[in-house]
Nanobody, 123 residues
Framework: QVQLVESGGGLVQAGGSLRLSCAAS????????MGWFRQAPGKEREFVAG????????AYADSVKGRFTISRDNAKNTAYLHMNSLKPEDTAVYYC????????????????WGQGTQVTVSS
């Protein structure tokens, strides 16, 4: 049974930073892509960042490029999302996801989800 547990969310002022973590269990972590998505109130869930199994390839939404960095530590079965220069429009529930296989760019690539962690950016 796959379990994804996010941590690291919270309240931060605009311009600040946060690091989200996602601890995974249940499948061989190093085999699968990992991703981060977010959902703001009244909006659809959107792709934020994805990373392939080895960490050698990444993808980002245009809205976070240059500010967010996705990474993974396969020895610790953990994925991370480093968020810098946060803006009020980044406020959302952030979800960690694990891929079905190698793909990491699209919502359809992911089949396993965490419970989400709230990120609130004040102006």
């Amino acid at each position: 049974q796959v379990q994804l547990v996010e941590s690291g969310g919270g309240l931060v002022q605009a311009g600040g930073s946060l690091r989200l973590s996602c601890a995974a269990s249940g499948r061989t972590f190093s085999t699968y892509a990992m991703g981060w998505f977010r959902q703001a109130p009244g909006k659809e869930r959107e792709f934020v960042a994805g990373i392939n199994w080895s960490g050698g390839r990444t993808a980002y939404a245009d809205s976070v490029k240059g500010r967010f960095t996705i990474s993974r530590d396969n020895a610790k079965n953990t994925a991370y999302l480093h968020m810098n220069s946060l803006k009020p429009e980044d406020t959302a529930v952030y979800y960690c996801a694990q891929g079905y296989g190698a793909g990491y760019n699209y919502l359809r690539d992911y089949g396993y989800w965490g419970q989400g962690t709230q990120v609130t950016v004040s102006s």
